[in-house]
């Protein structure tokens, strides 16, 4: 393989739930291989949200969320997610 060639069995995305309001809920895993292929080198967000059956901007913004969360803030401190009654609150690590 390639380095532009990765191993897309994830695609299209699996809808797990809908949410009240009618919105998608993807399956976590496929989403994180997801945000990950797009992060490659030479990497298209477009087409691979077309492959993966989602909105192009919805990819952009999970991977703006993605970045943020693993980035440190200004004391080296990174974010870490932590559900709570399907809510989701950040917490310092």
């Known amino acids: 393989m390639t380095d532009l060639q990765t191993d897309f069995d994830f695609l299209p995305l699996r809808v797990i739930g809908k949410s009240i309001d009618g919105k998608n809920r993807y399956d976590r895993d496929s989403k994180r291989k997801l945000i990950e292929a797009c992060q490659k080198p030479g990497a298209s967000v477009t087409g691979m949200a077309l492959k993966a059956g989602v909105n192009a901007n919805q990819l952009r913004k999970w991977m703006s969320l993605d970045r943020k969360r693993h980035a440190p803030d200004l004391h080296g401190n990174r974010h870490q997610p932590v559900r709570r ?5 950040w917490t310092w690590k």
């Not at 009654?85 to 609150?89: E, G, V």
């Open 85 to 89: 009654h399907s809510f989701l609150f």
